[in-house]
């Protein structure tokens, strides 16, 4: 891509609920970059109920647009989102850029995108994440939901700052922050990156996927994971897969092959990252 180019995003979304990832994808706005989806629907799903209007962006026709039914499949996040990022990134029309992965319970704020897009590029960072706050509430300050992520208890990452009130918290300097790792609920992360760490580990099933891929980019490539402090996202957390009991052995599994390939450098990174 050329200095003088508009970069292609594409944004890479699974959804079990159209009326989530279509409110999702109305709030994904870029001046600098041009857009294109991929949204892969699952959960029994199907094409036939996703319609209604779209974003400009999207009636525009800059990109591809791209719908995918995977109705009878069993959930994985990896997987899915490994198979949707192969999709943006085989189309030789519109090659992509950066795949900005993004959860549809997450409500975009009309700068983020370009936030992020910013990051990246003076920054030279793979990867790139903002902060994200709860849905605001009546006459109630907005609080973090997540701020990044850091090593947390039991040999897993967890969201730094949670619920601190981003009017403190979110604006501080510097404007970016090198991080440990982001979540995979709003993530930009460059095309060629993607594709050189082969995706998200489809050994993981629901958890730890995002995290890990962040240890990668960061070990393996010796690459940047960065934040965003001055933007921020509403994350309605837990409103894209539901509060799942079934999904508890799953996350053990997961967490499980996370200790056994990165307990050294959780162990070294406390003190740095905390």
Not at 114 to 136: F, S
Not at 160 to 187: F, I, K
Request: with cysteine; net charge negative.
């Amino acid at each position: 891509m050329g200095g003088s180019e508009r970069p292609h995003i594409a944004v890479i979304m699974l959804s079990k609920q159209p009326d989530l990832a279509r409110n999702a994808l109305r709030a994904v706005a870029s001046d600098a970059a041009t857009l294109s989806a991929v949204l892969y629907l699952n959960g029994g799903v199907t094409l036939d109920d996703y319609d209604g209007p779209q974003p400009e962006w999207w009636r525009a026709g800059g990109g591809n647009h791209i719908l995918v039914a995977a109705a009878d499949e069993p959930f994985s996040y990896s997987k899915m989102n490994n198979r949707a990022a192969s999709i943006a990134l085989m189309e030789t029309a519109h090659p992509c850029d950066y795949l900005l992965f993004l959860n549809d319970d997450v409500t975009m704020r009309p700068d983020s995108v370009d936030a992020m897009l910013t990051c990246a590029r003076r920054q030279h960072a793979e990867v790139v994440g903002i902060n994200l706050a709860y849905p605001p509430k009546e006459d109630e300050p907005l609080r973090i939901q997540h701020a990044g992520v850091i090593p947390g208890a039991f040999f897993v990452g967890c969201h730094r700052g949670r619920h601190s009130l981003l009017a403190s918290w979110a604006y501080s300097y510097p404007r970016w922050l090198t991080m440990w790792a982001v979540t995979g609920a709003c993530m930009l992360v460059e095309a060629n990156t993607f594709a050189e760490v082969n995706g998200f580990d489809e050994e993981y099933e629901v958890d730890q996927q995002d995290i890990d891929l962040c240890m990668r980019v960061r070990t393996v490539l010796n690459g940047t994971v960065a934040l965003v402090q001055g933007a921020f996202a509403y994350h309605d957390e837990g409103a894209t897969r539901g509060r799942d009991e079934g999904m508890l052995s799953a996350r053990a599994k997961d967490q499980a092959r996370f200790v056994g390939l990165w307990y050294t450098q959780w162990n070294e990174g406390r003190d740095r990252w905390r």
